[in-house]
């Protein structure tokens, strides 16, 4: 199994940034690829971005394209979601999610995170 805890959530004014990471632990050798979601109060789960664990193949939901940039340090077995130019709308939940499958688009989660609040102020 695959632990996932993020950290680094808050409260920040718009225009601002904030950076999410999200450590991995447990049986990371199965992760082929690790994502980000959030969830707003009364909304479904949307899909963010998500990189594949190995090489540099990174694909981001249009509403954060140009905004939000996801890395990774696989020595350290974390991902990051730097965010940037914050807007009210990115308020949510944001979750961490893992993958033992790298898919083209998207990702499949096999592993979730418990989730950390960003909160934009107007």
């Known amino acids: 199994q695959v632990q996932l805890v993020e950290s680094g959530g808050g409260l920040v004014q718009a225009g601002g940034s904030l950076r999410l990471s999200c450590a991995a632990s447990g049986r990371t050798s199965s992760i082929s690829a690790m994502g980000w979601f959030r969830q707003a109060p009364g909304k479904e789960r949307e899909f963010v971005g998500r990189?594949?664990?190995?090489?540099?193949?990174?694909y981001y939901a249009d509403s954060v394209k140009g905004r939000f940039t996801i890395s990774r340090d696989n020595a350290k077995n974390t991902l990051y979601l730097q965010m940037s130019s914050l807007k009210p709308e990115d308020t949510a939940v944001y979750y961490c999610?893992?993958?033992?499958?790298?898919?083209?688009?998207?990702?499949?989660?096999?592993?979730w995170g418990q989730g950390t609040q960003v909160t934009v102020s107007a």
């Open positions: 999610a893992g993958s033992r499958t790298a898919q083209v688009m998207g990702i499949i989660p096999d592993y």
């Open positions: 990189i594949w664990w190995i090489g540099r193949n990174i």
